[in-house]
């Protein structure tokens, strides 16, 4: 996890669950082959209706056609981020696609949970409803250290949630490797 993220916001509402991120049909793809992990990126969000979205503009595409990396870097969700399946394919998706952080107001256990072990996405609690303040294209700036979160396009600023423990294991590269680092589990 960097120190600080900077780039545009993708902007969802509540209640998006695992399967909007990624859904079960694209989980056939291998992890550790190059070019199939592509495919988790090209296919993130291609789960998520219009209607559900929270999008305030409408019909917004998180991956440009042909291409496997979308131009966002900070998704902003609202309530339940993550909920659904315990699949750890949805914030790898999220990665793989280049997103490095999700500030939403409260998540799934098992999706930040997911996040963390694999040092996939920081995931960062918002106070309020940035679903509602922040809007998709906006350029963020998210200082990671302290949780603050400023919107350079509407000249805004947010203070988060502190990560508290988890932010060792994030910037340890996730729960395995923080391990080895700590001295909790033998280098291999």
Not at 19 to 35: C, E, G, T, W
Not at 89 to 110: M, S
């Amino acid at each position: 996890m960097k120190e600080v993220i900077k780039g545009k916001a993708f902007v969802l509402g509540n209640d998006i669950d695992t399967d909007q991120i990624i859904p079960a049909a694209h989980l056939v793809y291998k992890l550790d082959d190059p070019d199939e992990k592509k495919n988790y990126g090209k296919f993130a969000f291609s789960g998520v209706p219009i209607e559900q979205s929270g999008l305030p503009q409408g019909n917004i595409p998180f991956i440009k056609e042909g291409t496997w990396q979308s131009e966002y870097t900070i998704v902003i969700g609202g309530k339940n981020f993550g909920c659904g399946s315990s699949r750890e394919h949805a914030p790898f998706a999220l990665q793989v696609a280049g997103i490095e952080a999700v500030i939403a107001e409260g998540y799934a256990r098992i999706f930040y949970r997911n996040s963390i072990d694999g040092a996939f996405v920081a995931p960062f609690e918002s106070f309020e409803h940035l679903a509602k303040e922040v809007r998709t294209g906006d350029e963020l700036e998210l200082d990671t250290t302290k949780g603050i979160l400023k919107n350079l396009t509407q000249k805004k600023e947010y203070l988060l949630k502190p990560l508290g423990d988890i932010e060792h294991i994030l910037r340890g590269g996730g729960i395995f490797e923080y391990a080895r680092k700590s001295g909790m589990l033998q280098k291999s």
